[in-house]
């Protein structure tokens, strides 16, 4: 238990519509990253929020947009879904104090399948 | 850039055998080196990590890794491995650059180790 949650669990849309994925983190927890895990592939980092304002973003494109809020919850929204973007989405989230000790606990993911 | 190979896509092995995982990583700077597990249908769970010093990191579950910064590679070893132990592996690193810099993590394609009776 990560005290990580993410939801929905799973989610199907069609290509070109919006989803938005959300994430709750611990309590404290400043920081959180949003990942995307293809099927047998490893996570690819899409981008990092620290303090509500992004903090470095992956290779992808701008379809792809967060938000972080006061409450440690974040979302991830894409718009224009395409069949490629059918993956695990994960969030991992941390207490971003500089000292590199801290620990970044990944949620158990959300799958979502674009037909 | 960096990037993370992992050398063996699976790992078949029979239970109580050791196992060793291989990693190998390319950056043109400094990088913390991580070893993720991920069992099905749940997230990634920490199993180590190497930020600097001793080279030799022990995590959970009986696992450990070296650091060999020469031959840039991070291997993940377990001298008896259990039934439990199945799962999908990841190496992962991100670059030494302090701030909130090692949440940024560039994982490598997995492994998936089975452990057969």
């Known amino acids: 238990e990560t005290g990580v949650t993410q939801s929905p669990t799973h989610l199907i849309k069609t290509r070109g519509q919006q989803v938005t994925l959300r994430c709750s983190s611990q309590s404290g927890h400043n920081t959180v990253s949003w990942y995307q895990q293809a099927l047998g592939q490893g996570p690819q980092f899409i981008f990092q929020?620290?303090?509500?304002?992004?903090?470095g973003r992956g290779n992808f494109p701008p379809r792809f947009s967060g938000l972080q809020f006061p409450n440690y919850s974040s979302e991830l929204n894409v718009n224009a879904l395409e069949l490629d973007d059918s993956a695990l989405y994960l969030c991992?989230?941390?207490?971003?104090?500089?000292?590199?000790?801290?620990?970044?606990?990944f949620g158990p993911g959300t799958r979502l399948l674009v037909l | 850039a960096q990037s993370v190979t992992q050398l063996d896509s699976q790992v078949p092995v029979f239970e109580e055998a050791p196992v060793e995982l291989r990693c190998n990583y390319s950056s043109s700077v400094s990088v913390y080196l991580f070893w993720y597990v991920q069992y099905p249908n749940q997230g990634l769970q920490l199993l180590l990590k190497y930020l600097s010093g001793s080279t030799l990191v022990k995590g959970i579950n009986g696992f450990e890794a070296e650091f060999n910064k020469s031959q840039t590679s991070f291997h993940l070893r377990k001298p008896s491995v259990h039934i439990s132990d199945t799962a999908e592996y990841f190496c992962a690193v991100s670059i030494n650059a302090g701030g909130t810099s090692y949440g940024k993590l560039t994982f490598g394609q997995g492994t998936i180790l089975t452990v057969h009776p």
């Open positions: 991992a989230s941390m207490y971003g104090s500089g000292r590199i000790s801290e620990t970044q606990y």
């Open positions: 929020y620290y303090r509500e304002e992004e903090n």
